[in-house]
């Protein structure tokens, strides 16, 4: 946040924690550090972990990756299966409802507005 200073070691310490914990954000974002720092096969491995949990800007990476030759065509394949598989688990109709109800409810004041 503003007018505190940053402490990386803390930062990292706590995505650890949360990509531990099964946080796919936090993965994601331990994977783009590993990259930052050239450390490829790292980067790679916390994309697919991310991918497998449903995160779609890891799979978007390893599309890259793949097309760089950083990952092979297996491990993109089965990441594609391991994305497809968990947002798959997150459909239900109590979510479509309740994502139809949320949208509705976005749009009515707009039309308030008008």
């Given at each position: ?5 940053k402490d990386e070691k803390k930062e ?52 890259l990756c793949y097309k760089e030759g ?45």
């Open positions: 946040g503003e007018g505190v200073e990292l310490f706590h995505l650890v924690e949360a990509a531990i914990a099964g946080h796919p954000e936090a993965r994601f974002r331990l994977g783009c550090i590993e990259g930052a720092e050239e450390r490829i096969d790292r980067m790679v491995e916390h994309f697919i972990i991310a991918a497998n949990l449903g995160h779609d800007e890891s799979i978007q990476m390893l599309k950083k990952v092979s065509k297996e491990d993109f394949a089965s990441a594609l299966r391991g994305h497809q598989a968990a947002v798959n688990e997150t459909k239900s109709p109590q979510r479509e409802e309740a994502s139809k109800a949320w949208a509705w409810q976005r749009q009515k004041p707009r039309e308030q507005k008008k």
